[in-house]
């Protein structure tokens, strides 16, 4: 089946340490993203990429690091720059310009 | 930046009602969504409706993009329609989205 698979669905991570969310996709979509969710709120974008090795910053880009080695992967690194990492993560993907995005899973971050 | 906004924040429905959500933004649009975020946090995609109307079963989604809203309608509600209704925009080409802060729905037997 073709879809979004992220992964781990939890994590949790201890203060001064660095995780990374993995994404997957094998929908042959060019463009992939990482949203943000906290609770009540809605998702805001934290990096994407429309081609491979290359990214931009989103709006909430700071202590954040990503990587776009290849077309159906695109790894968000959570680094401890970041001062309120705990959230909901999610990443999508979208085939083109002006096209329908969708979403994996999610992965749910914790600081403990 | 754009600036979306989603009416009502909360709404108890009696099962079996109708309703309408809300959702104006602030400039013009290009890509327009609704999702349906289960309990899970997963989004289920809805509509891809940057303009015109669409329906799907009980669901119908209307966007007028000249006067810079759109409407979800939700016809005959279940149990299984709870859960947040998000509306997104996107402006440009790459397929940035911009969310609204969603409706909390529930669906009530």
């Known amino acids: 089946d073709g879809g979004i698979t992220q992964s781990p669905k939890y994590l949790f991570r201890k203060e001064g340490q660095n995780v990374t969310l993995s994404c997957e996709q094998n929908l042959n979509h060019d463009a992939m993203y990482w949203y943000r969710q906290d609770p009540g709120q809605g998702l805001r974008l934290i990096y994407y990429s429309q081609i491979v090795n290359d990214f931009q910053k989103g709006d909430i880009a700071e202590g954040y690091s990503v990587s776009r080695e290849k077309k159906e992967s695109f790894p968000l690194t959570v680094t401890s720059a970041q001062k309120n990492p705990t959230a909901f993560y999610l990443c999508?993907?979208?085939?083109?310009?002006?096209?329908?995005?969708?979403f994996g899973q999610g992965t749910r971050l914790t600081v403990v | 930046g754009i600036q979306v906004e989603q009416s009502p924040p909360d709404l108890i429905l009696q099962e079996g009602a109708n309703s309408t959500l809300r959702c104006n933004f602030s400039?013009?649009?290009?890509?327009l969504q609704w999702f349906h975020q289960n309990p899970w946090g997963q989004l289920i995609n809805l509509f891809y409706?940057?303009?015109g109307t669409k329906q799907n079963g009980r669901l119908s989604a209307t966007t007028v993009a000249t006067e810079r809203y759109s409407l979800l309608y939700i016809s005959s509600s279940q149990t299984t329609d709870s859960g947040v209704y998000f509306c997104a925009v996107g402006v440009g080409g790459n397929n940035r989205l911009a969310f609204g802060k969603g409706n909390q729905v529930v669906v009530i037997p």
């Open positions: 409706i940057p303009s």
């Open positions: 400039d013009s649009v290009n890509n």
């Open positions: 999508a993907s979208t085939y083109g310009r002006n096209t329908e995005a969708f």
